[in-house]
């Protein structure tokens, strides 16, 4: 599919075209740092809203713009978490989400949506932005507002653990 | 971690459904919400144009304050001048030989002449009797050329139909050489010695002193005229064949004390119409390696100081200052810090 055309030239133009090109990867990176599909979308489409009111900001030589949408995309999430956890302390519901109640990719083995699942998100996000998005260490470490170093270590640990899990389902 | 699970990893990498790309092209095509002021309000660019905005107030600052008022530097510069003059009179008075009676002085302190022309600010008035004094320092490279330094001022005096008043030539096998020369050169070519006596060596300093002599001359010669009108008028009484032997006698002897008065009255004119021909130039010569006063640019200097004492305030605030916005960037970091470790707990929670 692609984007209709817009209504304000330059500006729209390689907004959009930037949008198509990563959406997929916003997209992702937020199905694994949410395990929830509907909520990723959610928040893809937030994500997006906010960069466009962003756009004018984004400075290329700064770093690529999937990195660019993808601190947006952490960001955004990172409000929701907020908010949710506000929302659960009101309601003195602190239920955390059962593995088997999170909505992970398709096309994955039971076994490693499971192992995925009992990640926390900031495992799963470095994996995704690591193994899913491929995004070099530089440019991780940009999105997490860490140091590389950092990155290598924190997606050890995360693989690790995803491994560890893998041999306790099986 | 095997390649296999990676694989699996990124072959079942979510893809974003038609409606959500609906959603995110509809979003694209939209007319961006203008940001509100405080978004669009970004420190960091702040951080950047500040600094270079304050070195620019304080340039300006400096250029405006710099700026003349009112009149030319050489206005201002006469004006210095005559505040100068008000108190080398006072001091100058005292130690005048030929005139009892007030007089004007015009003196200059210049330690960083102009070369080629080092008294060009003040020369003696043509038309008007003045004392010229004029002190010279210039160092020579060693004691060969202190020699032939002292020579060439001594034949520059007499070149220009002065003389020379006195010489105290030193120059020690080792150690530092000098010598002081007093020099009498005719007032109107007071310039032209000055000038090439600066050729001899390298200017570490200079001073320069008028004394207005035309007052005190025309008070002495009134008094040479109320004198010789004494005179005149005693020799008349005298001439009388009626006058008594005694009178006679105290009249003949107020004419010679009047006589011996005009005598000494005409005595004084004359030196002092003779010091003013000539000016003293003492000039003092050395191989002492002592650096000359720097010479000042009027104008940049007063940048130079306006702009230092605008860093000395700027070193103050920033003194004053300091402490504050070391704790403010404590703070800020201590609130960043605590930022991220809510996020890691938030994604560890989830």
């Known amino acids: 599919m692609t984007l209709p055309a817009r209504r304000t030239p330059a500006l729209s133009a390689s907004f959009a075209a930037t949008a ?151 | 971690m095997s390649e296999q699970l990676l694989n699996e990893i990124r072959e079942a990498k979510p893809v974003a459904s038609p409606e959500l790309r609906e959603r995110v092209a509809l979003i694209a095509v939209e007319a961006p919400a203008r940001e509100p002021l405080l978004a669009r309000f970004q420190p960091r660019r702040l951080l950047l144009v500040a600094p270079v905005a304050v070195v620019l107030v304080l340039l300006a600052a400096g250029a405006i304050a710099n700026l003349p008022r ?100 030193d120059a020690p096998a080792e150690g530092v050489g ?11 070519r007071v310039q032209t010695a000055l000038t090439q006596l600066s050729a001899l060596g390298t200017i570490l300093g200079q001073r320069i002193g008028i004394e207005d002599l035309q007052q005190p001359a025309d008070d002495l010669t009134a008094q040479i005229e109320t004198t010789q009108r004494e005179i005149a008028r005693l020799r008349a009484r005298l001439e009388s064949t009626t006058l008594a032997d005694e009178e006679r006698a105290v009249l003949q002897a107020r004419l010679a004390d009047a006589r011996r008065q005009l005598t000494d009255l ?21 191989t002492e390696r002592i650096e000359p006063a720097p010479v000042q640019d009027g104008r940049l200097d007063g940048l130079k100081e306006i702009l230092a004492w605008e860093g000395t305030a700027l070193l103050y605030v920033l003194v004053i200052a300091g402490p504050f916005v070391l704790l403010g960037v404590l703070i800020w970091l201590g609130l960043r810090f605590r930022r991220r470790q809510a996020e890691t707990r938030l994604l560890e929670q989830n």
Do not use: N
């Open chain 2, 70 to 169: 009112g009149g030319t530097g050489d206005e201002e510069q006469a004006a210095v001048t005559a505040e100068s003059s008000a108190d080398q009179s006072v001091r100058s008075a005292p130690g005048s030989t030929t005139v009892p009676s007030e007089s004007s002085t015009r003196e200059s302190l210049s330690p960083a002449p102009i070369l080629g022309a080092p008294s060009g600010a003040i020369a003696p008035s043509p038309g008007r009797l003045q004392r010229f004094q004029a002190e010279m320092r210039l160092r020579v490279a060693d004691v060969e050329e202190l020699s032939a330094a002292t020579k060439s001022a001594m034949r520059i005096a007499q070149s220009l139909r002065g003389y020379v008043v006195s010489v105290q030539y």
């Open chain 1, 20 to 170: 198509e090109a990563h959406l997929d990867d916003v997209y992702g990176y937020l199905v694994y740092l949410t395990r929830d599909r509907m909520l990723a979308e959610d928040l893809a489409a937030e994500t997006f809203e906010k960069a466009l009111r962003l756009w004018k900001r984004f400075d290329p030589r700064r770093g690529s713009a999937r990195t660019w949408l993808c601190q947006i995309a952490r960001t955004t999430a990172l409000d929701w978490f907020r908010a949710e956890e506000r929302r659960r302390r009101r309601e003195e519901a602190v239920a955390r989400p059962d593995v088997a109640e999170t909505d992970m990719p398709e096309g994955l083995s039971p076994e490693l949506e499971g192992a995925l699942a009992s990640l926390s998100a900031g495992e799963r996000e470095v994996i995704a932005l690591r193994i899913l998005l491929e995004l070099d260490g530089e440019e991780a470490a940009r999105v997490l507002g860490i140091r590389p170093t950092a990155v290598s270590t924190r997606l050890s640990r995360a693989l690790t653990k995803l491994e560890e899990r893998m041999i306790v389902h099986v």
């Open chain 2, 266 to 286: 005409r005595t004084a004119l004359s030196g002092t119409r003779a010091e003013a021909r000539h000016a003293t130039i003492q000039v003092g010569l050395t």
């Open chain 2, 178 to 188: 000098g010598a002081q020369i007093v020099l009498r050169v005719p007032t109107a």
